[in-house]
Each structure stands twice: as structure tokens, then as C-alpha cells.
């Protein structure tokens, strides 16, 4: 059973382009969380999913982000006219449905705007 | 309101020496669960362990053991006879249990991190 996994591992991108991550959570998982890590600092949660629904969005930003979770294919978080300050780590996760809670991340997209 | 601290930012130790991470957490749930993760220089995130409010037994796990003190809120981790592969940045989180019927989402709440840094 593969793990949580994502691509692109590294990213770099210019200031106003579009960064579009992908998230493949694992087997049998429906529920996505998506978390960014800004240099020299922990882990802050962004978004939760579950197929084709976001139940949490508390912790993105009110603009440029956006975040999905399709019936078919991986989760993609999306930002929209990258600057500088969105160069982070940024980790997916997932988990099984029901009460389990262990939520198992992926290796993280290194994202860097140039 | 949910919260990790971890008041040690950096730590240094010399090879072979004992070496405790504080975690301490607040939260209005009764039932919850606490982790602990590495982040070693390859930047991925290792799971450690995961313990449920309710378990207060102390685990040991080779050259790791766990203190978990529910009445003082803490969650602290030691690595005895530390090695230089224990390098890494350590991480603590606390997340709302997703019980059936309930609200939470399980979404993990991280401290800042303590940077250990082990010398040979």
C-alpha cells in the first residue's frame, strides 16, 4: 500500500504564476488536510477535505488560495499569483473515514518563488 | 482555544548524553490525542507516536520513552544515550478527537518545534 504522496517534490515559480500542488492520498482515504510550513517554523493547518467537499478552510488564506478534492484523481492546492512570502514547505495528509484519527503525510512540496 | 508550545528552540548535546523535549498543550476537549513527529534535514515528517487522553501510561520505545502528565499538561519526550541520526527538528502536536457525531475535524495543532542538534 503506497503512502501519501505528492509531486511535484520542488517548485519554483516566479511572482505572479500559478502553483498548482498535488496531493494522492493514501488507498481508502477520503479525508485530505493540507498544511504549510514557513521557514523556521512549524506546521500551520490550512484546509481539511473529504471528496468533493471542503470541511475546513479555517486556516487558509482569504485570497489567491484555493483547495480541492475531486471524486476522481488527487487533491490540488492551488495559489494564484505566487509572491514571495508563499515559498514554504507545504505537506498533505491523509486519513481513513470514520473515527480513526492517524493521519499519515506525505513528503511535501518545496515551493519557491523566485 | 487549542495550543502547543514548546519553549526550547534549539537544543545541543554531546553524543551518548540523555536529552528530555517539553511539550506542554492546552485544550477544552476531554478527549484528544498528542504526537510526535521528527523532521530530519531531508525535510520529510516521521511519525513517532500518538497517545489518546485517556492512556497516561508511560512508553518506552527503544532509545525514546514518552511522559505524558495529563495534570501539568505535558507531553514531554526523551531520547536517551542520544545519537548524531537523532539530528533533527521535533515536533509536537495535539488534535481534536474525531469522535462519531462530533464536530472535530482531527486537524493537528503543531508546536514551533525544538531544533536538537547532536555532537559526536
Known amino acids: 500500500n503506497a503512502g501519501v504522496m505528492q509531486n511535484p517534490r520542488h517548485l519554483v515559480r516566479r511572482r505572479g504564476q500559478e502553483a498548482r500542488l498535488r496531493c494522492s492520498p493514501m488507498?481508502?482515504?477520503?479525508?485530505v488536510y493540507w498544511y504549510r510550513q514557513l521557514p523556521e517554523e512549524g506546521l500551520k493547518f490550512m484546509v481539511y477535505?473529504?471528496?468533493?467537499?471542503?470541511?475546513?478552510e479555517s486556516g487558509m488564506p482569504k485570497e489567491r488560495f484555493s483547495a480541492e478534492f475531486p471524486k476522481e484523481g488527487p487533491s490540488i492546492l492551488r495559489i494564484q499569483q505566487v509572491v514571495r512570502g508563499d515559498s514554504a514547505a507545504y505537506f498533505c495528509?491523509?486519513?481513513?473515514?470514520?473515527?480513526?484519527?492517524?493521519?499519515?503525510f506525505g513528503p511535501g512540496t518545496r515551493l519557491t518563488v523566485l | 482555544a487549542q495550543k502547543v508550545t514548546q519553549a526550547q528552540t534549539e537544543i545541543s548535546v554531546v553524543e551518548k548524553e540523555d536529552v528530555t523535549l517539553d511539550c506542554v498543550y492546552e485544550?477544552?476537549?476531554?478527549?484528544?490525542?498528542l504526537f510526535w513527529y521528527k523532521q530530519p534535514p531531508s525535510g520529510e515528517l516521521v511519525f513517532l507516536i500518538r497517545?489518546?487522553?485517556?492512556?497516561?501510561q508511560n512508553e518506552i520505545s527503544g532509545r525514546y520513552s514518552w511522559n505524558f502528565q495529563k495534570s501539568t499538561s505535558s507531553f514531554n519526550f526523551t531520547i536517551t544515550a542520544s545519537q548524531v541520526v537523532d539530528s533533527a527538528v521535533y515536533f509536537c502536536?495535539?488534535?481534536?478527537?474525531?469522535?462519531?457525531?462530533?464536530?472535530?475535524?482531527?486537524?493537528?495543532?503543531f508546536g514551533q518545534g525544538t531544533t536538537l542538534q547532536v555532537k559526536p
Open positions: 495528509a491523509s486519513r481513513q473515514g470514520g473515527a480513526s484519527d492517524e493521519q499519515f
Open positions: 488507498k481508502g482515504h477520503s479525508h
Open positions: 477535505l473529504q471528496k468533493e467537499n471542503i470541511i475546513d
Open positions: 485544550t477544552r476537549d476531554t478527549t484528544y490525542y
Open positions: 497517545r489518546n487522553s485517556f492512556d497516561e
Open positions: 502536536a495535539l488534535s481534536e478527537a474525531n469522535l462519531e457525531g462530533s464536530s472535530n475535524t482531527g486537524k493537528l495543532i
